[in-house]
Structures are given as C-alpha cells and as structure tokens.
C-alpha cells in the first residue's frame, strides 16, 4: 500500500477527474478527505466506493473558495485523522464560454476565485498541518499554456495563474521538505467537456492528437498517484502535460 497512514484532502473529488484521483488514492491505502459542494448523492456514492475498497473517508462539504469553508474542511480533516500528508487541488471549472465583449467584471472575478483562489486557499491552510515529504497537485490546463478555446479566456487566465503559483510554491516550500506540482490536461473524457465542448470539435481534436483519442480521468488519477508518491520524490514545480501529445510544452 503506497499510502498507507496517508491522508489525503482531494477537492471536487465527486465526480469525473476528482473522484478518480479520490478512488486511486485510496486504493493505494489513503484516509481520504473527500470535499464536494453541490450534489449529495454523487457524494454518498463515491464514499460508499471508497469503504468498498477497505478505506478510510470523510465527506465535507463546501465551498473551496471560501475561505471559512476551507478552515473548516482543514478542521475536520485534522479531527478525523490528525494531519495532511497530501493535498489535490481539483475543484474548479469554466462555468461558461464568454467573449471579452459578453463577460464582465463579476463573470471574471468569479471565474478566478472558482480555480484559483480556492488552490491558494487549501495550499494556504493545508501547509500549517503538513510535515516533510508531503506533496501537493494542483489541476491546470492545456488552456493555460496555449490561451483556451473560444470564450475560454477567463478559465485559461485562472489555469495559467494555477501554473505560476504552483512554481511559486515549489520554491517556497521545498525547503520544509514539501513538493508542488501541477498537472495540464488536453481534452480527457468528462461533464466538462460534454457542457462546454461540442461533438465535433471533440472527435477534431481527437483525431488532431498523436494518440488519436481523448484521454480519461483515471489516467489524471494515475499520474496524481504519481506525483504524489515517492516515487516522484525529486519532482517538484513541474507542470506536466497530460494531453495525448496535442501539444508540446
């Protein structure tokens, strides 16, 4: 069990890219932190999935761009299993396509906060609680290296933002022993892309890519996993491409 005695806070980790990363983790022995937001149902599901496979797990409930629900779900985490040895910054999203014309000011701070400040606000809490060899993955995006689709401006701006501040922290928490690193999927295989992308344009992307395909959730999972183990123990401020090979860094 690579994480055994592990705890590990996942954010958004109900569905789709979460919930994969919450279903490897504790797969490979992590007390997992399970934190969601809006649907009650997926979250029971995915903790019953969890007990399944023989491990440990709290849901908390909340908003990760809030900064008293954050404090909270760190709470909780410490009272249920004493510390935080990994952290997955998952929780996020696009929330619509917007053209600098149709957005405003409100859409764009929204945005933001939904992907970046709630990264800061875990990295910022969690921190406190963890020792050294603990390991943080924040979730970026092929957007923010190559700007997003159309009306994707905002979401990219936040994911590019997730990619500087995952450098940032890499240099300010090495020396407490703590690795940050980020991941920047293409197009995988989930909710987002079947709200925000159109058939089409998925099965041209597809085929535009070395690989031929979308990629799927359990192999962001995967490489989660990765990062976070020791096997990765000499990695840190990376921002790894996962995307099929649609696009070279």
Known sequence: MKFENKVAIVSGGTRDIGKAVVLKLA?????V???????????????AEVKALGAESILVRGDMANKADVESLVAQAKEAFGGVDILVNVAGGMVARKTITEMDEDFFNHVMRLNLNSTFLLTKYCVPHMKKG??????ASLA????????????ATSKAAVMTFTRSMAKELGPQGI?????????ISTTFHDTFSKDEVRKNIANATPLRREGSSQEIADAVSYLVSEDA?????ANLDINGGLFFS
């Open 233 to 237: 123990s000499f990695i840190t401020g």
């Open 27 to 31: 797969a490979e022995g992590a007390k």
């Open 33 to 47: 932190v399970i934190n969601y937001f809006n649907n009650d149902e997926n979250a029971k599901a995915t903790q």
């Open 134 to 139: 603990s390991a943080i993955v924040n979730l």
């Open 144 to 155: 923010g290296r190559d700007g997003g689709g159309p009306g994707a401006s905002a979401y």
């Open 179 to 187: 690795r940050v690193n980020a991941l920047c999927p293409g197009v």
